[in-house]
């Protein structure tokens, strides 16, 4: 069956470093990747897309890449601050025109 | 900015009672979304609509039922809650349009705050 993995620690980087979060995926040849923040007691809140035809993908000071070899995205944020703190999901197209699987999610942890 | 609003925040309920949870975007969006989530298992989809009166099963679909009588609202419907149905759930709805006026795959989904259920 389609599974998503995504590192269920939470990841504790210090404030100015980059975090980088992965995303894997198994049985699945999806066609678009997207990552979404979740703060707690919120819903999710959509980051970035990324398509399969694109290896990398930039919005300020985050990166996504995205290896169809490897199933894998990486998703990076760049001189991190604590405002970053929060739990990071990854989802992929599970069919049709919008049904999106979703991981787990890794929570990031800034500290000053 | 779109706006998904569910009706409660926080819910308690009894073991047996029927649950409405309700769904409402401002946005015009054709698809509609209902997840659970739970702690280690992340977002797990119940139910979906694509257009106002139809839905499809998601992943989890047994103890529930939706409604879809507009296309602003989509309704979740805990037929006689059980325990095991103690949940974050939340709404989510996207659009099937894109910029030049075509069909898009793929868009991305907005969320509504969610509603956590507590069933006694």
């Known amino acids: 069956s389609q599974k998503i993995e995504q590192n269920s620690e939470a990841l504790n980087i210090q404030e100015g470093k980059t975090a980088t979060l992965t995303c894997n995926y198994t049985n699945y040849s999806p066609a678009y990747l997207q990552w979404y923040r979740q703060d707690p007691g919120r819903g999710p809140v959509f980051l970035l897309l990324?398509?399969?035809?694109?290896k990398e993908k930039r919005k300020e000071r985050l990166k996504v890449t995205f290896d169809t070899t490897l199933k894998q995205s990486l998703f990076h944020i760049t001189a991190s601050q604590p405002a970053d703190s929060a739990t990071y999901l990854c989802a992929l197209l599970g069919g049709g025109y919008n049904k999106l699987i979703f991981g787990a999610g890794t929570r990031l942890a800034v500290h000053p | 900015d779109v706006k998904v609003t569910q009706s409660s925040r926080y819910l308690v309920k009894r073991t047996g009672e029927k649950v409405f949870l309700e769904c409402v975007q401002d946005?015009?969006?054709?698809?509609m979304f209902w997840y659970r989530q739970d702690p280690g298992l992340g977002l797990r989809l119940i139910y979906f609509s694509y257009d106002v009166k139809m839905k499809e099963k998601g992943d989890i679909p047994e103890g529930y039922s939706v409604s879809r009588e507009k296309k602003e609202r989509f309704s979740l419907i805990l037929e006689s809650a059980s325990t095991n149905q103690t949940s974050m759930y939340l709404c989510a709805s996207s659009s099937t349009k894109g910029q030049a006026g075509g069909r898009v795959r793929g868009q991305p989904q907005h969320f509504g705050d969610g509603t956590r259920l507590s069933i006694l």
């Open positions: 946005m015009d969006h054709e698809n």
């Open positions: 990324i398509r399969e035809n694109e």
